[in-house]
């Protein structure tokens, strides 16, 4: 594989699907299987699932039927319905490229969303009367779960966090489950990681962070994922884990076949018309 296309092949293990895309316009192959896939992904990676599904009807019929393919469209499709699986799957993912990547302020911001994701989550489950939950209902925005604390629970809060801790600690005590998820979230380590955040640009501040501070209070960052993956066995949701290392296999054995035929073919044109 050409210097290039080492290149491409680093970005997409770093994750930067935008980047390596852009490198394969370069070499006209933006709309190879393997480029549609990585177009694909720098919309989902950013949320956008309605667009990445919408761009993975691009590849050709070969690729579409491929499992991989099969089972990226219907965890698209999952994505875009807000189920819940799906979500929090993708947004374990998310915290690691943060990790992966250095971007350390990107990934105490995904970690105080997915701790929020979490509580809001418990919470409104417990109020659905097993009525099926996405994360598109309207109870799951802020203001409505304030409502059900200010309107059943005489909670009067306007932290949604402290809110639901409150909820749990005077009306859930029998959850068991609850409380375990709820001790890891609200650990010391983990305040002093989201305090971190608050600090920082995405918060209240301008503070920098740097992995020795993360370390400092928290350990390996990679500890992070570990705790969340235990809460959400806690709350028995099934996490997809390795999607995008699965999904980066694929493109690189795709991307290997399709420039190895552009370049055979790129020489037998040139030959042609020596």
């Not at 019929?61 to 819940?84: A, F, M």
Request: charged letters at 30%.
């Amino acid at each position: 594989m050409t210097e290039s296309m080492q290149v491409v092949k680093k970005l997409i293990e770093r994750y930067d699907y935008g980047g390596a895309f852009e490198l394969l316009k370069e070499k006209g192959l933006e709309r190879s299987d393997a480029g549609v896939l990585m177009d694909s992904c720098r919309y989902a990676v950013n949320f956008d699932f309605e667009t990445a599904r919408k761009i993975l009807n691009h590849v050709s019929e070969k690729t579409r039927i491929n499992e991989t393919c099969l089972h990226l469209k219907k965890n698209l499709e999952d994505l875009n319905n807000g189920q819940p699986d799906a979500l929090f799957s993708e947004l374990l993912e998310n915290v690691k490229f943060q990790i992966v990547n250095e971007e350390y302020i990107d990934f105490l911001g995904r970690v105080y969303r997915f701790k929020e994701a979490v509580y809001k989550y418990m919470f409104i489950k417990k109020h659905l009367n097993d009525r099926t939950f996405t994360f598109h209902i309207r109870f799951i925005q802020k203001k409505e779960v304030l409502k059900i604390l200010r309107n059943h629970y005489k909670i009067f809060n306007n932290n949604l966090i402290y809110g639901i801790n409150t909820y749990f600690r005077k009306y859930a005590k029998q959850d068991v489950k609850g409380e375990r998820v709820i001790k890891v979230l609200s650990s010391e380590k983990m305040n002093q990681l989201i305090e971190l955040r608050h600090e920082s640009l995405i918060g209240h501040g301008f503070k920098g962070v740097s992995i020795d501070e993360i370390q400092r209070v928290y350990g390996n960052p990679y500890c992070v994922l570990d705790d969340f993956r235990e809460c959400l066995e806690l709350l028995e949701v099934d996490i997809y884990r390795y999607k995008y290392s699965f999904i980066n296999e694929y493109i690189i054995s795709l991307l290997e076949s399709e420039y190895y035929g552009y370049v055979q073919t790129s020489h037998a044109q040139m030959a042609h018309f020596e």
